[in-house]
């Protein structure tokens, strides 16, 4: 299966991720993170296979994050509320992330791509 890879193009750690794959060999479908996030169910389910706190999603160090105050927001909100808010705020979201469709990886480090994707 080709991997999905949520970015934004104007991210460096994204275009790290990209160039990483491309010079991989990998296929992969590029989706804009902000133009396109994925939708809640598609989030909850990419959520669920990471094995990752939900809190790893979250683009802590994002102006979006700062502007909306969801440092106070995450300390009362549900997790539904917090895929909700991830959904509908593509710059909420850390990126880049990547799915197969069974495995799920958030951010970029070399390392983690090379065991997870070669």
Request: net charge neutral.
């Amino acid at each position: 299966m080709t991997l999905k890879i949520y970015l934004y193009p104007k991210c460096g750690t994204c275009r790290n991720a990209k160039k990483w794959l491309e010079t991989n060999g990998i296929d992969f479908e590029e989706i804009h993170i902000v133009e396109n996030p994925p939708a809640k169910a598609e989030l909850k389910s990419l959520y669920e296979k990471s094995n990752l706190e939900l809190k790893k999603f979250l683009n802590t160090s994002g102006q979006k994050y700062r502007e909306l105050g969801m440092k106070d927001k995450l300390k009362v909100a549900s997790e539904d509320e917090i895929l909700e808010l991830l959904s509908s705020e593509g710059m909420l979201l850390k990126r880049p992330i990547v799915s197969d469709g069974e495995t799920v990886t958030v951010g970029f480090k070399e390392e983690l791509f090379a065991e997870t994707w070669k």
